[in-house]
C-alpha cells in the first residue's frame, strides 16, 4: 500500500488540478467576464458547464478525502485551543 507521504501528495495535487479547472471554467462561465472580453461561448457552454460540475465534484471528494486523512491532526489541534495550550504536540 502507499505510504501516507504520496497519499497526501496525490490527493493534495489532485485537489490542486481540480481547483484550476473549476476556477477557470467558472470564469468561463461567467457572464460578466464574457460581456468585458466581448467573448461568446454559446457554442461550448454546455461542455464547459460539464467539465465545471465535474471538477466542483472531485474537488469535493478530494477535500473531504483530505479531511479524513488528517481528522486525528484537526481534533486535536482543536482540543488543545478550546483548552488554550498553546504548546501541546498533535
Known sequence: MMDKIKLNYFID????????N?????????????KLM????????LGISTLHD???LTLGL?????LLLHWNWIVCVTKSMLKGKKGEKC
Not at 495535487?13 to 484550476?20: A, D, K, N, R, V
Open 13 to 20: 495535487l489532485g485537489m490542486f488540478l481540480s481547483f484550476l
Open 22 to 34: 473549476c476556477f477557470f471554467t467558472g470564469l468561463l462561465k461567467w457572464p460578466g467576464l464574457t
Open 38 to 45: 466581448n467573448i461568446s461561448i454559446s457554442r461550448l457552454s
Open 54 to 56: 465535474w471538477s466542483g
Open 62 to 66: 478530494f477535500a473531504l478525502l483530505h
